[in-house]
């Protein structure tokens, strides 16, 4: 069965400072794994997908994340916070399994203090 | 192009009423999701369609119902309408799977603000 495990549910950190959101999935195939960004009161943009190429994969506005099969994890980075960075971040997780439904994980409130 | 368009925005209703919901989706993407986003339960998933037939279903009371009709255009229902259908119901787009596996991103609309009072 599939599903997505973001590890914090609040992380808050400085501008200029960096940004790790830590994500973990289970899945029976090869997965496919998205992270998406939702500001308050607007709906969800993709930042960046996995799709079985290059484990580490660059996304909008700075943001990367690597593919760890060995560790399931797909964390989010970005070296350097910025205020409109605040904001809801998801982690998804697909795969032909379950007819590429997406999987959700909880959500992770990012606060970036001046 | 156009991203995913839904509406109304923003709606009000009573218990026991009815809704419907719209969404459109971006040109040429032949699959329609619909998700349920509340502070409790998080994004759930509704329902999937592609060409006018549902593809997955989720978790949720037969109340809950949608349809897709041949320009892709996809409806929800949801009748005898609860306190706890409050909600942010989102939909969402995507390009049609190629041989059973999807890589394809999903792509959202701004979301129908459900208030039942």
């Known amino acids: 069965a599939q599903s997505v495990t973001q590890l914090d549910s609040h992380v808050s950190v400085s501008e200029g400072t960096p940004v790790l959101l830590r994500c973990n999935y289970s899945s029976s195939y090869s997965p496919s794994l998205f992270w998406y960004v939702q500001h308050p009161n607007k709906g969800l943009q993709l930042l960046l997908k996995y799709t079985s190429a290059a484990t580490l994969v660059k996304g909008i506005n700075g943001f990367e994340a690597e593919f760890k099969k060995s560790e399931t994890s797909f964390h989010l980075t970005k070296p350097s916070a910025h205020m409109s960075d605040a904001a809801e971040y998801f982690c998804?997780?697909?795969?032909?399994?379950?007819?590429?439904?997406?999987?959700f994980g909880t959500g992770t409130s990012l606060t970036v203090i001046p | 192009k156009a991203g995913v368009t839904q509406t109304p925005r923003y709606l009000i209703k009573t218990r026991g009423q009815q809704v419907t919901l719209s969404c459109s989706p971006i040109?040429?993407?032949?699959?329609v999701s619909w998700y349920q986003q509340t502070p409790g339960q998080g994004l759930q998933f509704l329902f999937e369609y592609f060409s006018e037939t549902q593809r997955n279903k989720g978790n949720f009371p037969g109340r809950f119902s949608g349809r897709q009709f041949s320009n892709s255009r996809s409806e929800m229902n949801v009748s005898t309408l609860e306190l706890g259908d409050s909600a942010l119901y989102l939909c969402?787009?995507?390009?049609?799977?190629?041989?059973?596996?999807?890589?394809?991103?999903?792509?959202f609309g701004p979301g129908t603000r459900l208030t039942v009072l």
């Open positions: 969402a787009s995507r390009l049609p799977s190629s041989g059973g596996y999807s890589y394809n991103e999903q792509f």
């Open positions: 998804v997780v697909s795969d032909r399994d379950t007819g590429n439904q997406f999987y």
């Open positions: 040109s040429g993407h032949r699959s």
